[in-house]
């Protein structure tokens, strides 16, 4: 599915400089994070908070945990404590329409993090998980095709999530357009490295002959390079270019390092940080702007591998403010 965002950084700006710049002392903010222990989530926690401070609101972060149900209860729990805005990654879209709406009907927007649907006032996407001509997965997609043309992939998806499954098709869909083999998808549903790794080394024995790896998360990733590892494979990366090439999502700190190390290939590094950034300017948007409609943002990723690890920048240091995220036109 193709999808289109129509939002330049300029254009985000000024809807931010435009606007009123006093806020009342009492302005509460939600996150509702899909899984708040993921480090990607963390890194977008800390945005949000920082932003929150810099505007004076006072912010509340829940955990859904992977439970579409609990985040429906903090849809109403954030009611209640009176916010004027929320974001949430929503798990599953159907079952969260309902409470969102009862958001809307109190005056209070929903900001979509990689999710939109009934309800959602606007979403902050990463270019990442974006299906669009041109994008990450054609850009990834042909990275493999020139290194390793015709290569054997395994695809491994991830929970039932849409934007997870929705990633999972538009990396399959450029793969095989750029001439790749994609041999077979097994779906790491207990979102841990330690399943990954399980279901990897089967894959190992069933399909000797994999060249590429491709995950959903990098969390995948670091269990499908030990499983690699323990059936006495190669993996494409650092000093390596004969082995298995393994790619995970979310630029984790640990993933860096594996592609530091040559542990894995790449990640895409979908700049949580500034994602946090956005989701407060989307929000400060639609709170001083409620009857506007209010457009998409789309936050700048990056494939980091062994050509360019040296350019890569801890999250935390990045210098982002509303003023300045990287956003894509």
């Not at 949000?48 to 505007?55: N, V």
């Not at 669009?132 to 054609?138: P, V």
């Not at 089967?202 to 499983?227: C, H, K, M, T």
């Not at 270019?241 to 894995?264: E, L």
Request: hydrophobic share 45%; with cysteine.
């Amino acid at each position: 599915m193709k999808r289109s965002i129509i939002m330049t950084a300029s254009a985000a700006l000024m809807a931010t400089l435009s606007a009123p710049a006093a806020f009342a002392q009492d302005t509460t903010i939600g996150y509702i994070s899909p899984i708040a222990a993921q480090p990607g989530q963390q890194v977008i926690n800390a945005a949000m908070e920082k932003a929150a401070a810099d505007l004076g609101w006072q912010w509340r972060l829940l955990d859904a945990n992977l439970s579409a149900d609990r985040q429906v209860s903090h849809v109403d729990t954030l009611l209640t404590l009176g916010v004027k805005a929320f974001a949430s990654w929503s798990l599953d879209p159907n079952a969260v329409a309902g409470a969102y709406s009862r958001a809307n009907a109190q005056g209070v927007p929903v900001i979509g993090v990689n999710s939109s649907g009934e309800g959602v006032t606007s979403s902050v996407w990463w270019a990442a998980n974006l299906c669009t001509e041109g994008g990450a997965y054609d850009q990834q997609a042909a990275w493999i095709a020139e290194r390793a043309p015709g290569a054997k992939v395994i695809v491994m998806g991830g929970p039932p999530v849409p934007s997870i499954q929705n990633n999972v098709a538009c990396f399959t869909e450029a793969a095989k357009s750029a001439g790749l083999d994609v041999i077979d998808q097994v779906d790491n549903t207990k979102d841990s490295a330690a399943n990954a790794s399980t279901l990897a080394a089967d894959e190992v024995l069933r399909f000797p002959d994999v060249q590429v790896f491709w995950a959903y998360n990098d969390q995948s990733a670091l269990g499908i390079s030990a499983a690699l590892a323990s059936s006495g494979k190669t993996i494409y990366g650092g000093q390596s270019t004969d082995g298995v090439m393994v790619f995970g999502i979310n630029g984790d700190d640990d993933a860096i390092q594996a592609v530091r190390d040559g542990r894995i290939t790449g990640t895409w590094d979908p700049d949580s940080y500034a994602t946090g950034w956005a989701v407060a300017l989307a929000m400060k948007n639609a709170i001083e702007n409620p009857e506007a409609e209010h457009p998409d943002l789309t936050v700048q990723s990056t494939l980091f591998t062994s050509d360019n690890i040296d350019t890569w920048v801890a999250p935390l240091e990045r210098p982002y403010s509303l003023e300045n995220i990287p956003l894509e036109d």
